[in-house]
C-alpha cells in the first residue's frame, strides 16, 4: 500500500533521539510484545503536545539482533512499518518506542506490519476508524 503524503488523515510522525526520551518511554512501563516487535508507549503531558508532531517514534535494536548490518536493516524494516500503520491508525498524544527483535528481520513484511498494528491495539494506541458517509451511505431512514 503506497501512502500519499498530502493525505489530510495521516498524522504527523516525529522522531525520538535522545538517551532521556528513550528512557522516559521505557519509564511507563506500558509494552506489547509481538513475535516481531516490541512497542514501548508513553502518554504525552502538557507542553509536550505543542512540539509540532501527532506521535514521535524512536526505534532501537540491541545485539541480541545480529551484527551491525542485521541491526541497520532491522531498523529500516520497523521504520518502513511504521509509517505504513502509524500515519492512519496511530492515535496522536504518543511517544512510541519499536524495539527489534530476532525475528524481525526474516518476518514476512505483512506480518511485521500486523504486528505492529495488533500492539498498538491492545496498548490504546489506536484512532477510531473514520465512518465513511453518514446514514445515507448506510441506507439510513429517509
Known amino acids: 500500500m503506497r501512502v500519499r503524503l498530502d493525505d489530510p ?23 506489547w510484545a509481538q513475535p516481531g516487535v516490541i512497542v514501548q508507549l508513553r502518554r504525552w503531558e502538557g507542553a ?4 509540532g508532531f501527532d506521535v514521535r517514534v524512536g526505534y532501537t535494536a540491541s545485539r541480541k539482533v545480529g551484527n551491525s548490518v542485521a541491526r541497520n536493516r532491522a531498523r529500516r524494516r520497523l521504520r518502513a512499518a511504521a509509517a505504513e500503520v502509524l500515519g492512519r491508525r ?3 498524544g504518543h511517544d512510541l518506542v519499536l524495539i527489534a527483535r530476532g525475528e524481525t528481520i526474516t ?6 506490519v500486523a504486528d505492529l ?26
Do not use: H, M, N, Y
Open 9 to 31: 488523515s495521516l498524522i504527523r510522525l516525529g522522531r525520538l533521539k535522545k538517551r532521556a526520551e528513550f528512557l522516559a518511554v521505557a519509564g511507563t512501563r506500558r509494552k
Open 48 to 51: 509536550e503536545a505543542e512540539a
Open 90 to 92: 496511530a492515535a496522536p
Open 107 to 112: 518476518r514476512p513484511f505483512a506480518d511485521l
Open 117 to 142: 498494528d495488533r500492539a498498538l491495539q491492545k496498548l490504546g494506541a489506536v484512532r477510531p476508524a473514520p465512518e465513511a458517509g453518514g446514514t445515507e451511505a448506510r441506507g439510513g431512514a429517509a
